[in-house]
């Protein structure tokens, strides 16, 4: 499925270096201040401190059909190789009311609202909420299958000032250290983590970003794939039916999550059974005789089903008839 409706971040980076505005240019971080961040002092915190605490639940909200984050310890190390490779261009160290750690934490948070279908102000207020009060926010639906989508590159960028408005006047946190401007700061996070949902595995992400950094175009990222998930699913009589009974079948609760189910195939195990090759979704089959008087026959039904796409399913399902003629 090709991913739509939302405007790539690919896009979006490819209008800053047109731009002239890209983040591998030369231009000094203003304004200068403190020294630089480096691991010592910018380190994850191990305990994990309530404000940061709820990144626990990233693993517990994804599923087959919503974009799954990696570990938080991942996205901190590319932002501390992203500083150094800032530093590294000659950058003049700058400084941010966001701390190294609240940047990763809260920008994740945000791309993944933003990925899994929450609008841009939704966004901002559920990663606003989560601030105050420790408790994730729940997603808004399933990101589509293929290339997950980004948002434009305003509404990262209007987060971020944001987030710096919150941790300047809301938490009054003191300025922390940086080589990374904010414009650089949401472009690359957001690269980095474009390229981390689309199956690329994290030292390959950060060299992709930093191939960016230094002009040579987006990397393209790797595809994910949504495993087929094809379930058929036969419901029938659930005791004892008679032969020379109509018994009915039903397929209906059969799916797929590659599309919907288009074609329904049943087969009998006794050839005698009427309309056993029945192609509908909700067939009669009436029993023939297939035993001596007062016993019982256990007899199979077959179904396989087929979506959209060409995914296919079969299950089984027993049928006792009774021969009391």
Request: aromatic share 8%; proline share 6%; hydrophobic share 35%.
């Amino acid at each position: 499925m090709k991913a739509n409706g939302i405007v790539g971040i690919s896009a979006f980076v490819a209008a800053v270096l047109l731009a002239g505005m890209s983040c591998s240019d030369s231009r000094s971080a203003t304004p200068a201040g403190p020294t630089a961040v480096t691991a010592g002092t910018a380190a994850l915190s191990t305990s994990a401190p309530r404000l940061y605490s709820s990144l626990a639940v990233f693993d517990s909200r994804s599923g087959p059909m919503v974009v799954t984050f990696p570990p938080r310890n991942e996205p901190f190390d590319f932002k501390l190789q992203l500083e150094a490779k800032y530093r590294g261009m000659g950058r003049s160290a700058g400084s941010s009311y966001v701390d190294a750690e609240g940047d990763i934490v809260w920008t994740s948070e945000y791309l993944l609202y933003r990925l899994n279908l929450c609008g841009h102000a939704d966004s901002v207020a559920k990663v606003m909420r989560q601030i105050d009060t420790g408790q994730p926010q729940p997603l808004c639906g399933n990101a589509p299958e293929g290339a997950v989508p980004f948002p434009p590159r305003n509404e990262p960028f209007d987060f971020r000032n944001q987030l710096e408005a919150k941790y300047r006047d809301g938490l009054r946190t003191s300025p922390s250290p940086t080589y990374v401007d904010l414009e650089g700061d949401i472009v690359w996070i957001t690269e980095y983590t474009r390229y981390r949902v689309n199956e690329c595995e994290h030292a390959d992400s950060v060299a992709k970003v930093f191939r960016q950094i230094d002009g040579a175009g987006d990397q393209g990222g790797c595809i994910r794939v949504v495993p087929v998930s094809i379930r058929a699913v036969i419901n029938g009589p659930s005791g004892t039916v008679n032969q020379g009974q109509s018994v009915s079948f039903s397929g209906l609760n059969s799916s797929s999550n590659k599309g919907p189910i288009v074609s329904y195939q049943w087969k009998c195990s006794d050839t005698q059974t009427a309309n056993c090759s029945a192609s509908d979704a909700t067939p009669a089959f009436r029993y023939a005789k297939s035993g001596p008087v007062g016993t019982s026959v256990q007899h199979t039904v077959t179904l396989t089903v087929r979506d959209s796409e060409g995914n296919s399913a079969t299950t089984r399902f027993t049928v006792t008839v009774s021969q009391n003629y």
